[in-house]
């Protein structure tokens, strides 16, 4: 697609409910990363990949987060036991370079509301 | 570790008048720089990078940026503001032999006819 793709763009759901998030990537990029936008803030590091493994995933606040990017394109975060401090505006981006010199571009982010 | 502070959390400008959105950094090793800008409801969109050269950065609907190792600054600057300008913006700083970008808390650019 012509830009990263995040669906669903909200997602409402109850404490302790299981979540997805999915991302799709420009065609091409082999870096995707995860971030975490909570109001008022700066984007938060989540986790990056490079291809298919995870890289970087010491952005991960717990256990209950989880991460999988299984063909190098499409990535989906999952969430376990969801609670409402993980309501948040989850980012997804990726990048055309192995290098850490070039940009990301970031799609429009899955608004997370955990009642 | 890398961090990014932004002191401002919102800038008042006039239109016409020139801008600055301040933002330092701390990392190890030479550092990329970015700013994005970030408009309500969309996601961030890249303005302008520092790799290495010329410590001016020119980038996106006439914003530049200068790099001032010394001081560890990376300031967005614009010489005449227009009222589209206004938006939350973010610096971003990455180590050279990293992948994680972090971003500061943002600046809120306000520009008033």
């Known amino acids: 697609g012509a830009g990263v793709s995040q669906t669903p763009s909200n997602k409402v759901t109850e404490k302790g409910k299981y979540v997805e998030l999915r991302c799709d990537p420009i065609s091409g990029h082999t870096a995707l990363y995860w971030y975490r936008q909570s109001l008022g803030q700066g984007p938060e590091f989540l986790i990056y990949f490079q291809g298919t493994g995870a890289a970087d995933d010491s952005g991960l606040p717990n256990d209950r987060f989880f991460a999988v990017r299984p063909e190098g394109s499409v990535s989906t975060l999952k969430i376990q036991r969801t609670e409402r401090g993980d309501s948040a505006v989850y980012l997804c981006a990726s990048s055309s370079t192995e290098a850490n010199t070039g940009e990301l571009f970031f799609g429009e982010g899955s608004r997370l509301t955990v009642l | 570790a890398q961090s990014v502070a932004q002191p401002e959390d919102q800038v008042n400008v006039a239109e016409g008048n020139p801008l600055t959105v301040k933002c330092t950094y701390s990392v190890s090793g030479n550092p990329y720089l970015f700013w994005y800008v970030q408009y309500p409801n969309r996601g961030l969109q890249f303005l302008l990078k520092y790799i290495t050269g010329d410590n001016l950065v020119k980038g996106s609907y006439g914003f530049e940026a200068e790099f001032n190792k010394s001081q560890t600054s990376f300031h967005l600057k614009k010489p005449s503001a227009l009222v589209s300008d206004s938006a939350l913006y973010f610096c971003?700083?990455?180590?050279?032999?990293?992948?994680?970008?972090?971003f500061g808390a943002g600046t809120i650019l306000r520009v008033k006819s």
């Open positions: 971003a700083v990455r180590g050279e032999y990293g992948n994680k970008l972090v």
